[in-house]
């Protein structure tokens, strides 16, 4: 799960994807839970907007319409449960540039 940086209020692009591993590394296709996302890192008291929680598909949950509400740097985690969290790496929200 890496998220791009991207511009406040724009969806995250391409859609952050997680994978949900089995015990052995391989890709869990029969996983049946759903994965939620939520911002980890939040000093600036931002907003994650889109579907945050959904069921993977073939093992992979795709969240393909998340956005940030103000600029900063941020981290992403994901969460299922009875499984251990995962963040992402940082990534950055800038503020938009006016054309």
């Known amino acids: 799960m ?4 991207a511009d406040v209020g724009q969806v995250i692009t391409p859609p952050v994807e997680v994978v949900v ?20 890192s939040n000093s600036t ?6 579907t945050t929680v959904v069921r993977p598909v073939n093992g992979i949950a795709s969240f393909g319409n998340l956005a940030i509400d103000k600029a900063g740097t941020y981290t992403l985690q994901a969460s ?10 940082a990534f950055t929200i800038s503020t938009r540039n006016a054309p």
């Not at 008291?45 to 889109?50: F, M, Q, R, T």
């Open 2 to 5: 890496q998220p791009n940086s």
């Open 21 to 40: 591993r089995d015990s052995v590394g391989g890709t869990d296709s029969s996983f049946t839970g759903t994965i939620t996302i939520s911002v980890a």
């Open 80 to 89: 299922t449960s009875g499984a251990t969290s995962i963040v992402s790496s």
């Open 45 to 50: 008291g931002a907003s994650l907007s889109g």
